[in-house]
């Protein structure tokens, strides 16, 4: 599995050898290896459910498998930190530090990104230590940088249980409450290492990891304000906003556009950067989508559209590195052109418009697909989470986003997978890894 991993993402979206090393690793994994007291069970879990399984769109099976690697942890012992004297054994202590963390990172992106509940991962029951960094921050080390953005990593992901645990009870949260979530958020990324904040040159797991750290957290701030602009977007005609909410609006789609700037100017052509840049596009170009339907005489629809077509390129581009691009593409596409069929009145005759948040008299037409504003809304007010990479688009085959014949699904749409099991040879995991 550890081979299976490593190689997607050198492998492009086309290339389907990975299925065999799946294979053959679910031959060495038996229901009773829940019951295993071995970490490498737990660490081939995590692989399982945090990862592989969402890469080839199971996102249900990954969140039974993760559920299960949390409960062998625990049972473990993972979670609590020792009080007995030093075994002097610092490796293997620092092996579960990590493991536990890892899962409750990767449990963490995978909740956020379904719209799943937290389930209370940060009890006060759980007191193990983050990992040792062990770093210098204007230094570069080969032996502990793979730490450092797990040991961030633990932090962002205390304050997005916060945020997604907030999300779950009331969407539109209290102005006071997503101010304070969001500046912690802020205040988390501008406290961040040296080495996570530099844009200097480094290798590319360390790159990786700065990129998709800083695209996790331009969407969890996007998605703290979203809800005011699908409220107001719903509202219509009748909404007359105030300072709060058209600052939130605002900053909703600054978030956006600089994801989707800097997602074009950083993503790499390999596996889990096209994979974790189309899912964060895809998010990104909501925000301008849904403006452009509401405030369709807007003087800013000239930018909003530019936004939309730059990322309708990049998913092209990124077809060869994710599984998702094609069909993300053709959803957007198919939104955008609706747009322009609706009998609208042409932005270049309104361009003295005042950019208020007020709509005025703004009337909505049901789109050529059938698709009015309040239907697009119903789309995405799920907190933005959907799969990590898929998505699932429908109920039928034909609705994948992936070839169905060449990932031999089954009729309910998913990709027909043994259940045996999987070994993993050492029980250190690469951090790095974990972006």
Not at 246 to 269: D, F, G, N, P, Q
Not at 350 to 359: H, K, R, V
Not at 369 to 396: A, F, K, N, S
């Amino acid at each position: 599995m550890v081979f299976a991993m490593g190689s997607i993402a050198a492998m492009k979206s086309d290339d389907f050898s990975h299925i065999e090393y799946y294979h053959k690793a679910m031959e060495h994994l038996t229901i009773d290896s829940l019951g295993s007291s071995n970490i490498e069970i737990v660490q081939a879990l995590a692989l399982l459910g945090g990862y592989y399984l969402h890469y080839i769109n199971r996102p249900n099976m990954a969140n039974a498998v993760l559920g299960a690697a949390l409960r062998t942890a625990s049972a473990l012992g993972l979670h609590r930190q020792s009080h007995a004297p030093d075994s002097g054994d610092g490796a293997a202590v620092e092996a579960r530090r990590r493991t536990w963390w890892s899962l409750i990172c990767l449990d963490t992106w995978a909740t956020t990104t379904l719209g799943r509940p937290s389930l209370g991962r940060w009890g006060p029951e759980v007191n193990i230590r983050p990992p040792e960094v062990g770093i210098d921050e204007g230094h570069d080390s080969s032996q502990h940088v793979g730490t450092l953005p797990l040991v961030e990593n633990i932090k962002f992901c205390q304050i997005a249980t916060q945020v997604q645990d907030m999300l779950a009870v009331a969407p539109l949260l209290k102005p006071e409450d997503r101010r304070n979530m969001d500046s912690q958020l802020i205040n988390w990324y501008n406290n961040l290492p040296w080495l996570l904040r530099s844009t200097d040159p480094c290798a590319e797991p360390l790159y990786l990891a700065r990129c998709v750290m800083k695209w996790r957290y331009q969407n969890l701030r996007m998605l703290l304000h979203r809800p005011i602009l699908l409220s107001m977007a719903t509202n219509g005609v009748n909404t007359q906003a105030g300072e709060q909410e058209i600052a939130a609006v605002e900053t909703c789609r600054e978030l956006a556009k600089a994801t989707i700037e800097e997602i074009s100017r950083e993503w790499a052509r390999n596996q889990m950067s096209g994979w974790n840049a189309v899912w964060f596009l895809y998010q990104a170009v909501m925000v301008p989508l849904v403006s452009l339907y509401w405030q369709w005489n807007s003087p800013f629809v000239s930018e909003w559209q530019l936004q939309i077509e730059t990322t309708l390129g990049l998913f092209e581009v990124m077809e060869d590195w994710s599984l998702a691009a094609r069909r993300s593409r053709e959803v957007v596409r198919r939104l955008y052109e609706a747009r322009h069929q609706c009998c609208y009145e042409s932005p270049l005759s309104s361009a003295g418009t005042d950019p208020s948040m007020m709509l005025g008299d703004t009337s909505l037409h049901m789109s050529p697909i059938d698709l009015d504003l309040d239907e697009m809304v119903d789309m995405l007010d799920q907190q933005g989470i959907w799969d990590l990479d898929g998505m699932y688009w429908g109920e039928t085959q034909d609705a994948l986003p992936v070839d169905a014949e060449m990932y031999n699904m089954n009729n309910d749409g998913m990709m027909h997978v043994g259940h045996g099991s999987i070994s993993l040879d050492g029980s250190n995991m690469d951090s790095a890894f974990l972006v």
